[in-house]
């Protein structure tokens, strides 16, 4: 199958390059030359414009537009709304926000053009270990590119099966249709609202771990401990196993004293909007908000809990400590 890539940064250029190792077609276009001249190299197709990516690609065309959530993709969202054709097909396969996703598919569909929103979790590891896919959009359509779809999953590799699960088969390989447009981000932005809770408690859990050594407890009541050891003991056999554990095991065999970070941790809006969609259901949420408030902290004071979440966020997303992923929501405060 053929699909057309625009955005060829860290998730954009991989999953394209998953996509031509499952045997699919891709067409690519970025401001970058250089990310263009390198896929080029793999056997993409370039394209010099966005009007050139169009031509390259055969009807009804299908483009995956992967980048940075707000401005950036409603440029272009509405760019190939002026190009593309009657029946061609939008993906949306960033962060954005779900409500913005409502918005762009009926502006689309008044063009007969589809509009798809897929929720993508997998960071740098998906070229290995595949991508997680929450998709919002018109049931024909997504069935209809369902090849590429399954070509970025993860599909069921090592993990078991889920004894008695008998709900839709694409789950247990690791992407679904999770509803109408707006639902694929929804879904996303409460997984990524759980995901800093999660790296929260590590934090805080670590954090505890190393402060047992402070000079001012009593001399018997403190312990050196060896968090490199704890964090891969933990991972094998224990309850709170999990990836981002073993993210964090990887950091802390590296560097146990996490030297590499300052612990200034940012965020890029999704736990914002889940916080706020709580607000409107009157869910309460306490954990996700407490995560949420700690990273606003860890802007103006630092503690070896929060140089843990940089680093877990460095070992999956790539993510370089200090460059604040703003969505239009999250400006960094002033210090």
Not at 117 to 133: F, Q
Not at 188 to 207: C, P, R, S, T, W
């Amino acid at each position: 199958m053929q699909l057309g890539m625009v955005g060829l940064g860290r998730m954009g250029g991989n999953i394209s390059r998953r996509l031509m190792k499952a045997g699919h077609a891709v067409v690519v276009y970025d401001r970058n030359r250089k990310a263009i001249d390198d896929l080029a190299k793999e056997n993409a197709t370039p394209a010099a414009s966005l009007e050139d990516f169009a031509k390259k690609l055969d009807a009804p065309r299908a483009v995956w537009v992967m980048l940075p959530a707000g401005h950036a993709t409603e440029e272009t969202v509405l760019a190939l709304s002026e190009i593309l054709s009657e029946g061609d097909t939008v993906i949306d396969g960033g962060n954005s926000f779900w409500k913005d996703d409502i918005r762009r598919a009926k502006l689309l569909k008044a063009k007969g053009i589809h509009y798809i929103d897929c929720g993508t979790s997998g960071g740098i590891w998906g070229p290995e270990r595949g991508y997680c896919m929450m998709i919002g959009g018109e049931k024909a359509v997504v069935d209809r590119l369902d090849p590429i779809f399954k070509a970025l999953a993860p599909g069921l590799g090592t993990i078991d099966r889920t004894p008695g699960f008998n709900g839709d088969p694409r789950a247990e390989q690791g992407y679904i249709h999770a509803g109408p447009n707006g639902a694929g981000h929804f879904v996303k932005m409460v997984h990524n609202g759980i995901e800093y809770g999660l790296m929260q408690a590590y934090a805080e859990g670590f954090d505890i771990l190393q402060g047992r050594a402070h000079k001012d407890l009593p001399e018997d009541e403190r312990f050196d401990l060896n968090l490199p050891n704890i964090a891969e003991v933990w991972r094998r056999g224990s309850v709170i196993a999990s990836w981002l554990l073993d993210l964090s095991s990887i950091a802390l065999a590296k560097d146990p004293q996490l030297s590499a970070f300052k612990g200034d941790v940012d965020d890029s809006g999704e736990g914002r909007w889940t916080i706020n969609a709580a607000i409107e259901e009157a869910v309460s949420a306490n954990v996700l908000s407490a995560a949420l408030y700690a990273r606003f902290r860890s802007r103006v004071e630092h503690n070896f809990g929060e140089k843990l979440l940089s680093a877990m966020r460095a070992q999956f997303g790539g993510h370089v400590e200090g460059a604040l992923e703003s969505h239009g929501l999250a400006d960094k405060p002033k210090t």
